[in-house]
């Protein structure tokens, strides 16, 4: 009868093999979570990091899509029609309430205007020369207006009489309501002989 034998003893070891396999698995699986884990957190860090920039850029980008300043372009009130006398320019200061971008000021000074009273009623001259924007003074012995920057002169109505400004005086809108005198102020581009309210 034949003996019975071990082969366990003679076959080659594999256990090697199989430690190896095993060490090379544990890496690939620590490999794989160490991959997981660092993909995790910076997926979590780009959430965070574009849910904190998004209000700031929609903060930044409001202007670009937006009229950003309000204020100074309806009437405005100038004083009672008693404060204006025939035959003396009297400087106004006009106030409005104005927003830009980010914020709302009330009763901001937004220009000023000569009103004169003549026979045919009130009329508002802009106190900002047509020439390059120079305020427009008074000048009360010689009776006109004047820019002091480029010497340009003024007549009462607005006419021009002498001096580098391509026009008249910019006249502006005047209307009584509810006994106050309103102005409507408006701005006009400079340097240029037609009179372009920008």
Not at 9 to 18: G, K, L, T
Not at 95 to 115: H, I, L, M, P, Y
């Amino acid at each position: 009868m034949p003996a019975n034998h071990d082969d366990s003893s003679n076959a080659p070891s594999d256990a090697p093999e199989r430690a190896a396999v095993a060490s090379t698995n544990a890496e690939d699986t620590r490999s794989r979570r160490d991959f997981l884990k660092k993909a995790t957190i910076c997926t979590c860090s780009l959430g965070v990091a574009g849910a904190t920039a998004a209000p700031g850029l929609a903060l930044l980008g409001y202007p670009l899509s937006h009229a950003t300043t309000t204020g100074g372009r309806g009437f405005l009130p100038a004083g009672k029609p008693t404060r204006f006398v025939a035959g003396v320019p009297t400087k106004v200061e006009l106030f409005d309430d104005t927003t830009d971008a980010w914020n709302r000021v009330e009763q901001v000074k937004v220009g000023s205007a000569w009103v004169l009273r003549r026979s045919n009623g009130l009329v508002a001259l802009s106190t900002v020369c047509p020439h390059v924007g120079c305020g427009i003074e008074y000048d009360e012995q010689h009776d006109k207006f004047y820019c002091p920057c480029h010497r340009s002169y003024f007549g009462l109505d607005g006419a021009r009489e002498e001096g580098p400004s391509p026009r008249d005086l910019d006249e502006l809108e005047v209307q009584e309501k509810d006994g106050i005198i309103e102005v409507r102020y408006a701005r006009f581009r400079q340097g240029t002989a037609d009179k372009v309210e920008i």
